[in-house]
């Protein structure tokens, strides 16, 4: 007979599956796959840790939120956020879909032109835009998003050398309910910032305002708040159209719209704590048709959506590495996955599911990453049942942020796996090795050589 294996005995929370003071069971069945492919073919394939993304789940939420928006207004872009994911596949899988560009900085902007987007297809947002930015985004006829005055006289001073009529928008920050206020960001729509913004641009003949933006916040859980925000918009507009005889083109909500990961803090898990998309799609439409609009000259909406497009779509595959007790008494297993690849578990609880069949006894534990610093929490409590040394985890909505915030601290980046609509892996990035680190750096020749 097989000797069991010793486990200390614990005193441990109730947790029977239904809602108690102490939350709900966190998983109740293995996750052995992705869209099919098993999460040990993978791993030994690919690596661990393993990003792995899903095309045929992004396609699909992409449909879904168009779908829910072009139903209950005539004219509507989308516009993909570079900085959420701007790995070249993610980003032109997107393109496909028939989404523009969005982008926050002069590489971004490169990035885009290099994916093949058209220029005046890409949207430049952001508040560091430098004056060789500005001009390229000018020759190529893209929509640039004025952030503050200086980059206002910027463009003005480029406009007068230049041959091309820079297309422009004003961004706008305003009071929508929500606070803190996000008004780092552009120019006051309450103080008159915007509004005086407005009056100096419409005063140089060589600028064509064609548009007007604003990114009220992030992760947004109140689709009353881009109502406010819509309606606030199609009253500027109105006013430019009554003063200047002007009629803006489109109107850019931004982005913000929230995923379903579970935020630290919060009581309710993402699930029951979201809205549903088309609760924001209802509100955006609802505002802008029943302002003071004109019916026939209806502007284009754009939305600049990343989190809730590409969130669920993300997964993270790890392994085991060891597990111990803490002074206090609590398990705490370690995971070859660092905060230096899942940056967002410093604002998410993500939800962890073993990749094989486990037992029905779970414990509250504790789960490290490899990291050699004491912030390396990938959760700080989870129930979980034990895992031992070599089992595999899988991490879920890991899809936005993390490929673009993750940093190469003490271990190197892992692969990142795309699986396609017909079930097929590919490679979309290597994973990194010393030669490429160090391909970057330069070392005197003083300092080439030394003797111990």
Not at 52 to 63: F, T
Not at 93 to 108: P, R, T, Y
Not at 326 to 332: E, I, P, V
Not at 429 to 452: Q, S
Request: some cysteine.
């Amino acid at each position: 007979m097989e000797k069991l294996k010793y486990e200390r005995p614990v005193i441990q929370k109730l947790n029977t599956g239904l809602m108690n003071k102490f939350g709900m069971s966190t998983e109740t069945r293995p996750m052995r796959d992705v869209d099919g492919v098993p999460v040990k073919e993978l791993i030994e394939k690919y690596g661990s840790p393993l990003f792995v993304l899903s095309e045929s789940q992004i396609r699909e939420k992409y449909r879904d939120l168009y779908t829910a928006f072009s139903v209950r207004y005539p004219k509507v872009q989308f516009a993909w956020s570079y900085k959420t994911n701007y790995l070249s596949a993610i980003c032109k899988i997107f393109h496909q879909e028939g989404s523009w560009a969005e982008v926050v900085s002069g590489f971004e902007y490169d990035k885009a032109l290099i994916n093949g987007v058209p220029g005046d297809k890409i949207i430049f947002n952001g508040p560091e835009k430098s004056k060789a930015d500005l001009a390229k985004a000018i020759e190529n006829g893209s929509l640039i998003h004025i952030d503050h005055l200086d980059e206002l006289y910027t463009i003005i001073e480029l406009a007068k050398v230049m041959t091309e009529t820079p297309n422009v928008a004003i961004r706008v920050n305003m009071d929508t309910g929500v606070y803190p206020m996000w008004d780092r960001f552009g120019l006051n729509y309450e103080n008159g910032q915007a509004w005086d913004a407005i009056n100096k641009l419409m005063a140089c003949r060589n600028l064509n305002l064609i548009g007007l933006h604003t990114h009220i916040g992030t992760f947004m859980l109140s689709p009353n708040a881009y109502k406010v925000a819509a309606s606030k918009l199609a009253e500027l507009a109105v006013r430019i159209q009554k003063r200047f005889g002007k009629t803006i083109q489109y109107i850019d909500l931004g982005g913000g719209f929230p995923s379903r990961n579970n935020l630290k803090g919060a009581y309710l898990p993402g699930t029951d704590l979201v809205p549903p998309l088309d609760d924001y799609a209802e509100a955006i439409s609802s505002a802008l048709l029943n302002s003071s609009l004109s019916p026939n000259e209806l502007p284009l909406l754009i939305l600049e959506t990343g989190r809730a497009l590409i969130d669920h779509a993300g997964y993270l595959l790890g392994t085991v590495i060891s597990n111990k007790r803490l002074t206090s008494g609590k398990r705490a297993t370690i995971l070859d996955i660092g905060v230096n690849i899942l940056f967002t578990s410093f604002w998410y609880n993500h939800k962890v599911t073993p990749a094989q069949e486990f037992s029905d006894y779970r414990e509250d534990m504790e789960l490290f990453g490899p990291l050699c610093m004491n912030i390396d929490v990938i959760r700080e409590s989870i129930q979980l049942p034990t895992l031992k040394k070599g089992d595999h985890v899988v991490i879920q909505n890991v899809g936005a942020y993390n490929m673009t915030q993750w940093m190469q601290f003490i271990t190197l980046r892992p692969n990142v796996v795309l699986i396609d609509e017909n079930r097929e892996t590919h490679i979309i990035r290597e994973n990194e090795t010393v030669e490429y680190i160090n391909r970057m750096e330069k070392v005197p020749d003083h300092l080439k050589e030394f003797d111990l």
